[in-house]
């Protein structure tokens, strides 16, 4: 293959690897929401399930300001968690995807 060739079908599989993140990070969020909440409401927002559980939510962003972004509105806060919606479509820009 040429060169410029090589460029668009590594491209291609970037932007392909994009979408399928977003997707596979969609479906992560959706089951792992609901623990979440469970958790937090069970044994506080301070316990090392819920720690963990929002660590794993703030890995799923993709890293840079979206990841800062999401992390001080949603995990720095102690009560950010509230404000997550329970679909991740639903995340302004700029904090998810």
Excluded: C
Excluded at 47 to 56: I, W
């Amino acid at each position: 293959m040429s060169g410029v060739a090589n460029l668009v079908v590594e491209a291609g599989s970037q932007i392909i690897g994009v979408f399928s993140s977003k997707i596979s990070a969609d479906q992560i969020y959706k089951h792992i929401y609901p623990s979440l909440v469970f958790i937090i409401n069970t044994k506080g927002r301070k316990s090392r399930e819920a720690k963990g559980l929002l660590s794993v939510l703030e890995s799923l962003v993709p890293a840079g300001a979206k990841r800062r972004n999401f992390s001080r509105r949603y995990i720095q806060n102690v009560d950010g968690w509230k404000e997550l919606p329970t679909d991740p479509q639903r995340i302004p820009f700029g904090f998810w995807h």
